[in-house]
């Protein structure tokens, strides 16, 4: 994710960035730490000996092809700070303009929630995501479910149910346990649930995460971690909207803040975005139903997955 020779400048920029309102929170210092550690695989790195970064050092420091991996770090630990105040947004949006990020989704939605509400915010967001959803859809089906469903689809769910008759341990078979052990309803049957949670939970399956708060949350890192694409922050950004800062839900999600002080949380994703860098293949982006007769493990060999624990 960060070239070794610009970690320590990185790290001084993301201390910078949450030394406000009398200095970071520990949620912030916890997230922080576990990716230093855990992500970067640097656990003699001490935060405490690495003097913080000011937006014009940190431009200086950072060279152009780190300086968006260092924004997305630095708009996770903002929305990391409960609640978001003033001055945490303030101090981000001038780093975010010195590394020449300004415009992105993960300044304007925290803009939004800290200036006009979580409803504002919430609609930002909806609008980077709708640009977003093509690059985020199973490719088989995109063509013929290309947005939010009207109605239940029942043919769309029978598609999907018949996987589970596939041998048991294919990644067919195993996408719709993780429905059934997590009590969900397979798309198509639910118009709530559209056909973009195909590849979302194909992903759940082969990255090894359940459909927990924290579990999303690590699923979005690893997949931005593997390819930093569009779409892929853009959904790292979702995941955080509904599970962290608490703004995003509708009638199949329920905001929550804080997720990722629980413990283990911060380690969790931390280890999640040292996953994607290990990956071989964007297994998010491929061909999941075409794949559905392979074995699961197979599927993870293919594009290079390494084991959830550590």
Same mark, same amino acid.
């Given at each position: 994710?960060?070239?070794?020779?610009?970690?320590?400048?990185?790290?001084?920029?993301?201390?910078?960035?949450?030394?406000?309102?009398?200095?970071?929170?520990?949620?912030?210092?916890?997230?922080?730490?576990?990716?230093?550690?855990?992500?970067?695989?640097?656990?003699?790195?001490?935060?405490?000996?690495?003097?913080?970064?000011?937006?014009?050092?940190?431009?200086?420091?950072?060279?152009?092809?780190?300086?968006?991996?260092?924004?997305?770090?630095?708009?996770?630990?903002?929305?990391?700070?409960?609640?978001?105040?003033?001055?945490?947004? *303030?101090?981000?949006?001038? !780093?975010?303009? $010195? =590394?020449? &990020?300004?415009?992105?989704?993960?300044? #304007?939605?925290? +803009?939004? @929630?800290?200036?006009?509400?979580?409803?504002?915010?919430?609609?930002?967001?909806?609008?980077?995501?709708?640009?977003?959803?093509?690059?985020?859809?199973?490719? *088989?089906?995109?063509?013929? !479910?290309?947005? $939010? =469903?009207? &109605?239940?689809?029942?043919?769309?769910? #029978?598609?999907? +149910?018949? @996987?589970?008759?596939?041998?048991?341990?294919?990644?067919?078979?195993?996408?719709?346990?993780?429905?059934?052990?997590?009590?969900?309803?397979?798309?198509?049957?639910?118009?709530?649930?559209?056909?973009?949670?195909?590849?979302?939970?194909?992903?759940?399956?082969?990255?090894?995460?359940?459909?927990?708060?924290?579990?999303?949350?690590?699923?979005?890192?690893?997949?931005?971690?593997?390819?930093?694409?569009?779409?892929?922050?853009?959904?790292?950004?979702?995941?955080?909207?509904?599970?962290?800062?608490?703004?995003?839900?509708?009638?199949?999600?329920?905001?929550?803040?804080?997720?990722?002080?629980?413990?283990?949380?911060?380690?969790?994703?931390?280890?999640?975005?040292?996953?994607?860098?290990?990956?071989?293949?964007?297994?998010?982006?491929?061909?999941?139903?075409?794949?559905?007769?392979?074995?699961?493990?197979?599927?993870?060999?293919?594009?290079?997955?390494?084991?959830?624990?550590?």
């Amino acid at each position: 994710m960060i070239d070794d020779t610009a970690l320590e400048p990185v790290v001084g920029m993301l201390l910078g960035v949450i030394d406000v309102d009398g200095g970071a929170t520990d949620e912030q210092r916890a997230v922080l730490a576990a990716i230093v550690a855990g992500a970067w695989q640097r656990p003699d790195l001490d935060l405490d000996a690495l003097d913080p970064l000011d937006p014009a050092a940190s431009a200086a420091a950072i060279p152009d092809g780190t300086r968006r991996r260092a924004y997305e770090l630095m708009v996770l630990l903002e929305l990391c700070r409960h609640p978001l105040t003033q001055a945490q947004e *303030s101090r981000a949006e001038e !780093y975010a303009a $010195a =590394l020449g &990020e300004s415009a992105d989704a993960g300044v #304007a939605v925290a +803009r939004d @929630l800290v200036r006009q509400g979580a409803e504002a915010a919430m609609a930002d967001y909806m609008r980077y995501a709708d640009a977003a959803t093509p690059g985020m859809q199973e490719p *088989s089906l995109k063509d013929a !479910y290309p947005g $939010a =469903l009207d &109605e239940p689809d029942h043919e769309l769910a #029978a598609r999907l +149910r018949a @996987l589970h008759d596939l041998p048991r341990g294919t990644l067919g078979n195993q996408y719709v346990e993780f429905y059934r052990r997590n009590g969900l309803t397979l798309p198509g049957d639910d118009p709530h649930m559209p056909a973009v949670f195909v590849a979302h939970d194909m992903c759940h399956v082969i990255g090894g995460y359940e459909p927990t708060g924290q579990g999303e949350i690590a699923l979005g890192a690893m997949q931005v971690s593997i390819a930093d694409t569009e779409p892929h922050w853009i959904g790292f950004l979702g995941n955080l909207a509904v599970h962290e800062a608490g703004f995003l839900s509708n009638d199949t999600l329920t905001a929550k803040q804080a997720t990722l002080t629980r413990s283990g949380a911060p380690e969790l994703v931390a280890h999640a975005m040292w996953r994607g860098t290990q990956c071989t293949g964007d297994f998010t982006t491929a061909d999941h139903l075409a794949m559905a007769e392979l074995e699961l493990e197979e599927v993870r060999a293919r594009y290079g997955v390494p084991p959830v624990a550590g």
